[in-house]
């Protein structure tokens, strides 16, 4: 793999990680965070669709890597909706002096 299709593919995880994010109304980090929210989404996406029976949309290759950009932001839906879920917010309690 050569540097332009690592950086592509950490373009399209951001993409479809950042979709997601807004979707979801959750973030839980920054640039990183979304990249790695979009690459499990695209693996979890891509897992779930054939098993559904559920056709190929949008379809992106890069380098002999395959990425279903619609599937790939269910996925990080899907991830991020499970985060929000199990994660607490985080309260600060007042000190009152």
Avoid: D, K
Wanted: with cysteine.
């Amino acid at each position: 793999m050569t540097l332009v299709g690592l950086l592509l593919l950490i373009l399209v995880g951001a993409i479809c990680g950042g979709i997601a994010e807004a979707l979801v109304g959750y973030s839980p980090g920054g640039f990183l965070a979304s990249v790695a929210i979009g690459f499990l989404g695209a693996l979890i996406g891509t897992w779930l669709a054939p098993r559904l029976g559920l056709p190929s949309l949008l379809p992106v290759t890069i380098e002999g890597f395959r990425i279903e950009i619609v599937w790939s932001i269910l996925g990080a839906v899907i991830l991020l909706a499970i985060l929000s879920a199990v994660r607490r917010p985080y309260y600060r309690r007042r000190r009152y002096r």
